[in-house]
């Protein structure tokens, strides 16, 4: 099984660019979401669904957009670039949307904005 | 917004060494969690508490629950120089949705040879 595998691995931004984080797994679980991580700040959640079709904010999602077409698709994207958008990103999931927080994490992507 | 403190930030000690990392909060959890994640990977699943009072082992590690499920420990026995990295707690508070976990700051352990 390969989990949850994120795309890409780096990125560099100009600051206005757009893009998009893609977040797909393999173990049909219901619930995903997006964390960002920060030096001296640890996990911090910017959207989440807990099934297709559903989507809820976090606690920092301005300037994210995310859609659940499928189960097994989850991507973030970035409208307009902002250098406080530089970040390590992290895709993950789990079976239960409701269960205990037992997350499997992608290997993350660090995106860089200038 | 729930928090959750964890102690210390840094740790550096000798191979060899015993610790405890800390994770604290004034909100009650339904269960909390606790992650190591190395450089460049993303957080990797240790273990997973539920019930007030609650003591897990994995090797020379120990995680205990308070009795009233606010906070949580991690001690490690003889530590390794693998034992190295960043070590997350994560939880939802009773009060919240599920889906909205929160995660600690981290603690960054350094085991010298």
């Known amino acids: 099984n390969a989990g949850v595998t994120q795309t890409p691995k780096f990125q560099v931004l100009k600051t206005g660019q757009s893009m998009t984080l893609q977040c797909a797994q393999d173990m049909n679980h219901e619930y995903m979401s997006w964390y960002r991580q920060d030096p001296g700040m640890g996990l911090r959640l910017i959207h989440y669904?807990?099934?297709?079709?559903?989507?809820d904010q976090g606690e920092v999602p301005n300037g994210y957009n995310v859609s659940r077409s499928t189960t097994e698709d989850f991507p973030l994207r970035l409208l307009s670039a902002a250098p406080s958008q530089t970040s390590v990103y992290f895709c993950?999931?789990?079976?239960?949307?409701?269960?205990?927080?037992?997350?499997?994490f992608g290997a993350g992507s660090r995106l860089t904005v200038l | 917004t729930q928090l959750l403190e964890q102690s210390p930030q840094f740790l550096s000690i000798q191979e060899g060494e015993n610790l405890t990392v800390y994770c604290n909060s004034s909100?009650?959890?339904?269960?909390l969690q606790w992650y190591r994640q190395e450089p460049g990977e993303g957080p990797v699943l240790l273990v997973t508490v539920v019930t007030g009072g609650e003591v897990k082992k994995l090797k020379r590690l120990t995680f205990q629950f308070g009795d009233a499920r606010k906070d949580s420990s991690l001690h490690i026995t003889a530590a390794q120089p693998g034992d190295t990295g960043l070590y997350l707690c994560a939880g939802a508070s009773i009060n919240t949705n599920a889906g909205k976990s929160t995660f600690g700051d981290g603690t960054t352990l350094t085991v010298k040879p």
């Open positions: 669904s807990v099934g297709a079709g559903i989507t």
């Open positions: 909100s009650v959890f339904s269960s």
């Open positions: 993950a999931s789990r079976t239960e949307p409701s269960g205990a927080n037992v997350l499997t």
